[in-house]
């Protein structure tokens, strides 16, 4: 008894602390990410949880075919995201990227789940008013950053979500606005010719205080992250520089070709911030010469990887690049008039540019806003996630990722970077393309079966047999193939057709007529033509014929209907369907109908998609049942 009372104040104090230790272990996992800067004579480093940690990032996001900015992931099941999610960030994780940049918000549980299973970070972008807001209730396509109220509202959005993200394991930085100074100057959505000077200087002011308030509340929110601003290359530098006492990084979108020229050296004297490029990066496709160009890029991204590198921290330089995100990590077939043509990638150039000098040409445009993406867009995948085809640009990044720009010394990285066999990556990205090219022909055609049909036919008159015997009997036999093939050359438009091909045809009169009649000789016999008294021989024409379609139907699965089309396919009567005048007559009987060599039924159906309203769909047709009226009467 003695001893059962002393074990238990140790038990007691053993069980607290494992307890403690679990429970301490648990926030420890769950405790959110310190990302902070630092600044010696060497430059600047971002350095997160206490580690050194140069952006090797993309932008990344997820735009299936035939849909557009409006297209959420996020409101699909757990189980698609998470299918899409191990499908795109495992392609990642073996490229080297350690950060996203996404223009949608990944729910907390996904950029933990990203950041656990990959290892890579993720940038919150609130755009705050750049592409329209909700104002007191009402829309606004273009915000009046000098409202004091739309401020307070833009201010309020962008704070919850700092609030909302700011324990989220995962975060390393928030970011606001995109090209937001552009969008002082532009008069549309879509990417125009990037303004020059600073025109718009009286409502850049509104602007940029209204990003140091948005700033500086948010790091009494989350001071543990770092903060930044998505600026259209450095324009009004001096006004940020003014205004923005509170930024922790540079952040802006670049385009000025392989070189950053002096925006290094600009940032430097002006700002002495760390530079995080938010977008860079080129295009894939040759404007010029209309076809896609992988080398191009893979070559102007080198260049500018290897600028950044050199301007790091620790190589002697202006040592404030920390990084980027290219842009971007897949084509977008929606960008080029974002509500138009989605499901095809469209090759029109939308802003002209001359630092790519690899497809400028003077009064022409040349940057082609769906082919920026360092992979192509695939079709789906077994699970139903569209998939992604390395362009050589991914090989070669994946070798500069690899490099430590903060372990490799300058020379080092110099000669790692100038070594990269440029020619056996295009070969592999080549190979890549020629593949997905011929797999992608493939899925839009394909063969689904077919099967041959032979005859054989005996015809004798009684006279004949009586004259003649087995000599006055008729043999003749005939042979016919069917070919089947399916094809989806769209997302919305699939069908399938069978094409007949024609042997030898057995002569079958006087009975009835039949499909592939078509290919009998035609004898043209009048005896009581004569030419100058001599009798003009019989004229035969072979059956010429010998492949026609056979059967055809295909569907438009449109927003609002859908619309089928369909020759010598069965077709009910649709007096269920509200035809209570009998327009549209049944025709089922293909096998009847080849009979009668008929081809009927054909038409288009336009069949309206169901709503509450309803239980069925409504149609209008209109079939042309004209060989079927003749042959059989009706």
């Known amino acids: 008894m003695t001893g059962t009372k002393t074990a238990r104040p140790i038990q007691w104090l053993c069980n607290a602390i494992a307890i403690s230790i679990l429970l301490f272990g648990f926030s420890v996992a769950q405790a959110s990410d310190v990302a902070t800067t630092y600044k010696d004579e060497n430059g600047w480093k971002l350095q997160v949880n206490g580690d050194d940690f140069y952006i090797k990032g993309i932008v990344w996001g997820y735009s299936p075919r035939g849909q557009n900015y409006s297209y959420n992931l996020w409101g699909e099941s757990d189980d698609f995201i998470r299918k899409v999610l191990d499908y795109e960030f495992s392609l990642l994780q073996a490229a080297g990227v350690n950060a996203i940049r996404s223009f949608n918000f990944m729910p907390p549980k996904w950029v933990t789940y990203v950041y656990k299973e990959y290892g890579i970070m993720t940038v919150i972008n609130p755009l705050m008013g750049r592409y329209g807001a909700t104002i007191g209730g009402k829309w606004v396509p273009f915000v009046d950053y000098s409202d004091e109220f739309t401020r ?12 909302q993200y700011k324990d989220v394991p995962g975060v390393m930085m928030f970011a606001f606005g995109n090209e937001s100074n552009y969008g002082l100057s532009w008069s549309s959505f879509e990417i125009e010719n990037l303004p020059e000077g600073e025109q718009n200087t009286a409502k850049a002011r509104y602007l940029y205080s209204l990003f140091e308030e948005v700033i500086a509340s948010g790091k009494k929110i989350a001071p543990d992250k770092l903060f930044s601003i998505v600026n259209g290359d450095i324009q009004y530098i001096d006004l940020i520089a003014e205004l923005v006492p509170s930024l922790d990084v540079l952040g802006s979108n670049v385009y000025r070709g392989p070189s950053f020229t002096s925006l290094w050296k600009d940032v430097d004297e002006k700002l002495d911030l760390p530079v995080v490029f938010f977008e860079f990066g080129s295009d894939a496709f040759n404007a010029r010469e209309f076809r896609e160009d992988q080398v191009a890029q ?86 139903g996630v569209y998939t992604a085809r390395p362009r050589m640009a991914y090989d070669v990044l994946s070798e500069i990722w690899s490099m430590d720009p903060y372990t490799f010394k300058k020379s080092a990285l110099n000669q790692a970077i100038n070594n990269i066999n440029m020619d056996y990556l295009e070969l592999k990205g080549e190979v890549r393309q020629l593949k997905a090219e011929n797999q992608e022909e493939k899925s839009k055609l394909s063969f689904s079966g077919g099967n041959v049909r032979t005859e054989f036919v005996m015809r004798a008159l009684e006279q004949q047999i009586t004259e003649d015997g087995e000599d006055g009997v008729e043999f003749s036999d005939g042979q016919m193939l069917f070919l089947d093939f399916e094809f989806q050359p769209t997302d919305y438009i699939d069908g399938q057709f069978s094409l007949n091909v024609l ?28 030419i100058q008294e001599v009798p003009v021989s019989p004229v035969v024409i072979e059956g010429g014929e010998r492949v026609e379609i056979y059967d055809f139907e295909a569907t438009y699965q449109g927003e609002n209907f859908d619309v089928n089309a369909f020759y010598h396919t069965p077709r009910f009567h649709w007096g269920y369907e509200g035809d209570f005048f009998g327009l549209v007559w049944e025709a089922t009987d293909t096998l009847g109908m080849d009979i009668w060599n008929a081809k009927a039924p054909e038409g288009i159906e336009i069949v309206a998609q169901q709503t509450a309203e309803y239980d069925r769909a ?17």
């Open 152 to 163: 307070a509202a833009l201010k309020a959005e962008a704070l919850s979500y700092v609030d």
């Open 298 to 383: 893979a070559r102007i991204l080198k260049e500018q990887w290897q600028e950044m590198y050199n301007k790091a921290y620790g190589n002697g330089e202006e040592g404030n690049s920390a990084g980027g995100f290219v842009f971007e990590w897949r084509d977008e077939w929606w960008k080029y008039l974002q509500e138009e043509n989605l499901d095809v990638q469209d090759n029109n150039a939308s802003w002209s540019n001359q630092a790519y000098l690899f497809d400028w040409a003077e009064g022409r445009n040349n940057m082609n806003e769906e082919w920026f993406g360092i992979a192509a867009l695939g079709p789906k995948n077994s699970d």
């Open 618 to 634: 409504t149609a209008l047709t209109v079939m042309e049942n004209r060989r079927c009226h003749r042959h059989l009467g009706t």
């Open 503 to 530: 042997g030898n045809v057995a002569d079958k009169r006087p009975l009835e007529f039949t499909y592939g009649d078509r290919g009998l000789p035609v004898v043209i016999d009048d005896a009581s033509v004569e």
